[in-house]
């Protein structure tokens, strides 16, 4: 679909509004050469959304296990503690904040009723709910219960990723550990398998156009377009959620323990976010965000080197808060009764898996997936946010990219360094 030149988003957004088009002039009895139009968007809906969850156990275990492996058991000195405090904490209050308002604004809900027929989700549903209730996912224990799997072969091919990523965190710490030839074996053999799953994403992912399309249509064609309406408040409320994080703990975190001046740090920080923004990939941002921290910021190389490229795979404070809202906002549109154990046991995965997302578009989509899975809903439900997914991936990249910046610049000056823009009371 490269032929097309165009990128990614506005290939998305044509989609978009073709399948409104095909909304507005088919209905559910519309056929094709005899075959029901809604069961062939199905058909290819189904394809991308197989083709999605195909990646997720090799990708997020490659990933988890990667940036796992970065955090030398040497280098995890002072600034190593200091960093992974401060990435666990302000991931920590991005999904509070994202929770928060999630349950605010309860995008899932519209007039007192679960909008699960609105956006289309399938008509199995009651019985989704039902043995989702049934199960119990309201025993916290069981919570941590599932973290620890007794067979991890079985964990994986059940979609089981708690324990997964629990296994692969361990994994990963270990690996550091392993000196010589064996210990570059298994760190080459992991980064490669991430590299691999990174462009296979990236393949699966252009064609989200033909997907989005698919599924939106088919939506459209069965439910109207007040399918609409609860997409556009989930939507806002992502967009507040980030807007707070991103314009008021970030600019907070500057003034009282950087004491850098949060105008100056967003001016310094400009071209990074552009192009966080623009690509949606916090790796690909990487380089210029070491640029902006370093040249523009003054922060130094031995503190920059460590935390920047740690924090582009494990820090992502705008992907961590967006798994809770969609996740809540999936569960709401259910119907799900959301008690404390599943809304804990949501923010525990939005934690744990915002660490194992990769830094390229859409990574969340798979993190999501296993939120739902852990709480007992479908995978497919992630057809509905996959209509809106592209611009909030470009604005969560951008609030991934400014809190690695911030965390920089934070721990530079605990370190007690002077950066360039310090402020002078
Ligand atoms: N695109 C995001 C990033 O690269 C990851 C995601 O949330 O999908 O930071």
Known sequence: MKFFRLALHWQIFIALILAVLVGIFADSATTLFGLSLTSIFNFIGTLFLNALKMLIVPLIMSSIIVGMMEIQPDTLGRLGYKTLIYYAASSLVAILIGLMVVNLFQPGIADGEPVRELVGLSAET????QSVEGKGTGDLAEVFIRMIPPNIVSAAAEGKMLGLIFFSLLFGFFVSRVKGKPGDTLKNFWNGLLDVMMQMTEWVMMFAPVGVFALVAK???????DAFRPLAVFFFTVLIALGIHLLLVMPSVLRFIAR????AHFRAMMPALLTAFST??????????I?????RAGVSNRVSGFTLPLGATVNMDGTALY????AMFIAQAYGLSLDFTTQFTIVLIALLTSIGVAGIPSASLVAITIILAAIGL????????LVVDRVLDMCRTAVNVFSDSVAAVTIARLEGEETNLTMKN
């Open 280 to 289: 949606s990939s916090s790796s690909a941002t990487l380089p210029i965000t």
């Open 323 to 326: 798994e809770c809202v969609a």
């Open 378 to 385: 479908p995978a497919e439900a992630i057809g509905m946010i």
């Open 260 to 263: 850098v001046r949060p105008a």
């Open 291 to 295: 640029d902006c921290v370093e040249r």
């Open 126 to 129: 009651d019985d989704v709910v």
């Open 219 to 225: 939506v459209l064609m069965t439910s109207g377009m």
